[in-house]
């Protein structure tokens, strides 16, 4: 399959946006009981499934362009998006969005406007993106949340935070690990004060004494300028 920015094409004048299966609100409800996250240790995007729908949008894609994609999501809105991704399912919407790349799905949300991003991950809920992080693997992760910048952290620190929790601690390692500290440094002085405070109160004591000893040595000290909201 081509890279994503080889998809980056206009569609045909006339050629109808790919589409994604249609959700009504009872599905949507359906869908609010999503699948159990991986294991914790399994962080790693999984291959050899089959995913057809995922098959087929990317097929589409590459036909009439991403930014067809794009104009949908955008003419849709977040909620619909995200309903639309958590009909696909976990390991579905994580393969859609590792085939694409973190570049390219930050494209996407970012072109939709600066709130559409946290307003997707928002409705997606805590649980289910989590359990989509955990599918794409920890690059990804990485990837998506530093091309996605500031944009993100208006879905607020009490949101952040169920999301870091739901990741668990040894995922949240290899993400900041994988990001680098120049990443996590910029991260904590584009929080600011009262932002990381929250997010610090969100995440609790425990938790974050948890996180500091297994990130250890130099992370350990960057994570713990990024929720002073001071950066390094």
């Avoid at 920015?5 to 609010?32: I, K, N, Y």
């Avoid at 097929?59 to 003419?75: F, T």
């Avoid at 995200?82 to 799905?105: R, V």
Wanted: with cysteine.
């Amino acid at each position: 399959l081509a890279p994503a920015s080889h998809l980056c094409r206009d569609a045909p004048e006339g050629v109808q946006a790919p589409a994604f299966h249609a959700v009504d609100s009872a599905e949507v409800q359906a869908q609010h009981e999503v699948l159990p996250s991986p294991p914790q240790h399994t962080h790693q995007p999984v291959t050899g499934v089959s995913q057809p729908a995922v098959d087929k949008l990317l097929l589409q894609i590459e036909a009439e362009g991403i930014h067809q994609l794009a104009q949908q999501w955008q003419q849709q809105g977040a909620a619909a998006t995200a309903a639309q991704l958590k009909a696909m399912g976990e390991a579905e919407a994580a393969a859609l969005f590792t085939a694409l790349g973190p570049a390219a799905i930050a494209d996407l949300v970012k072109g939709s406007g600066p709130d559409f991003a946290p307003q997707m991950f928002m409705a997606m809920g805590a649980d289910f993106s989590g359990g989509l992080l955990k599918h794409a693997g920890t690059d990804f992760a990485a990837g998506l949340f530093g091309a996605l910048g500031i944009d993100f952290m208006t879905a607020g620190p009490d949101f952040a935070s169920k999301l870091l929790k739901s990741l668990g601690v040894k995922y949240n390692v290899q993400m900041i690990k994988a990001g680098g500290t120049a990443s996590a440094t910029q991260l904590g002085q584009e929080m600011g004060l009262g932002f990381a405070a929250q997010l610090a109160r969100g995440l609790g004591v425990v938790w974050m004494a948890q996180l500091t000893a297994a990130l250890g040595g130099e992370f350990a000290a960057v994570f713990r300028a990024t929720l002073s909201g001071k950066g390094a």
